[in-house]
């Protein structure tokens, strides 16, 4: 492998290394590499790792740092470089294209931010590195592959030589979010006509590992009327999360002709489950309270080989969400009171069915936002406090310590 090279180098914590691939091209015929060694190896050294957090609306994103490092392989020749440029490339795909032969509706790149290092021609004799750092706005998605399409990062490093040698590197990079530990969630259901009502307690954040406790509380299951009485029992739970995926497909000039909208997009959207149960006893009933009750709690989770996803805002077409499906299946029991003596009737039975929100994100562990870790700034000092006087008529004037 002379020609290319392959490198992985990956160390735990602040200074991994990423997969990249290094190579030699002719500038003449960039297709086709060079048949000498090449002489400038290209390695790209990040920070810590890229996490948004909170929401995409009040996100301050995710500060990007790191080291471009070049090598000289060969030291007995020198290397002239005449570029040496660095770039962050956000790219969006779509695996449903409105044309499958076209790239171009296939595939859409943005350049975020660009680093030219070299203003002028320099001889590399050693090793060196060049420093970059770029904040990455919030509102832009976090890295995900989905089964509708993917959003990925990479850093792209490009050196040419003034003898038309072009040295690429290419290097993924991963942005995930983290929206942060709240409150639980409680929400009510009622199901008219009848007099049930189901209240449910969630996480308002939910990770992709661990377990997601439930608390499920059925009231209104006792009801009594003058010689009736009406009692409902629980016969099955059954609970599932669904992952609903959006994606805007975006034609090229050449291909608006097949969009069946004005916005030159065709919209898909395809909706799967990534975890399910069902349970069929473990619940309390409780008649002494008023209108009685059926309450349990339980442990949902998500299906570790779903390979799911986090939410995500619907950024230039992208978009996925969660809901959490909760379905009752419940007998509606009569009893009449007949010489004092309650005779029962079983009727038909009922499923009740509810939808609720989820919010999926990544592990929030114990790193902090890096906007939090910075020191004050000068315009965070507040300004002076006001003059005030004394009983003695005498004007003092606090003073703020900049």
């Known amino acids: 492998m002379d020609d290319m090279m392959f490198q992985h180098r990956d160390n735990s914590g602040i200074g991994r290394w990423k997969v990249g691939l290094v190579g030699c091209f002719s500038k003449d015929r960039p297709n086709k590499p060079c048949p000498a060694s090449p002489s400038t190896q290209l390695d790209i ?142 929400s009510i259901r009622t199901f008219p006509p009848t007099s049930l009502t189901l209240q449910l307690v969630r996480p308002s954040v939910v990770d992709l590992v661990g377990k997601l406790p439930l608390k499920v509380l059925l009231s209104g299951v006792l009801n009594k009327s003058g010689n009736t009485l009406i009692r409902w029992r629980l016969m099955k739970l059954t609970w599932r999360i669904e992952e609903h995926q959006k994606m805007a497909s975006r034609a090229c000039k050449m291909h608006i002709c097949k969009t069946p909208n004005e916005g030159n997009c065709a919209i898909r959207q395809k909706t799967r489950v990534i975890g399910k149960n069902e349970l069929i006893s473990g619940w309390k009933v409780n008649f002494d309270s008023a209108g009685g009750d059926i309450g349990i709690q339980l442990d949902a989770s998500i299906n570790p080989t779903a390979n799911a996803l986090c939410d995500a805002e619907g950024y230039d077409g992208l978009g996925v969400k969660h809901d959490l499906v909760i379905e009752l299946v419940t007998t509606e029991d009569f009893s009449i009171n007949r010489k004092n003596k309650f005779v029962t009737q079983y009727c038909a039975t009922h499923v009740l069915r509810s939808c609720f929100k989820l919010c999926i994100t990544e592990r929030s562990g114990h790193r902090t936002s890096s906007h939090a870790d910075m020191p004050p700034v000068y315009e965070d000092v507040p300004a002076r406090p006001p003059v005030y006087s004394t009983g003695d008529g005498v004007t003092n004037e606090s003073s703020c310590l900049l």
């Open 45 to 186: 050294l990040l920070g810590s790792p890229l996490v948004c957090y909170g929401a995409p609306a009040n996100s301050t994103g995710a500060l990007l740092s790191g080291r471009l490092r070049i090598a000289i392989t060969e030291s007995n020749r020198p290397v002239v470089l005449r570029k040496l440029s660095l770039s962050l490339v956000f790219e969006l795909t779509t695996k449903n294209p409105v044309s499958r032969r076209c790239r171009a509706c296939a595939t859409s790149t943005e350049e975020l931010n660009r680093w030219d290092f070299l203003t002028q021609p320099q001889l590399e004799i050693e090793s060196r590195d060049h420093h970059f750092n770029y904040l990455i706005p919030g509102h832009l998605p976090a890295s995900c592959i989905g089964s509708l399409g993917q959003v990925i990062y990479f850093l792209q490093a490009c050196a040419e030589s003034i003898t038309g040698e072009v040295f690429v590197l290419k290097v993924p990079v991963k942005v995930s979010r983290d929206r942060g530990l709240g409150i639980d969630k409680t």
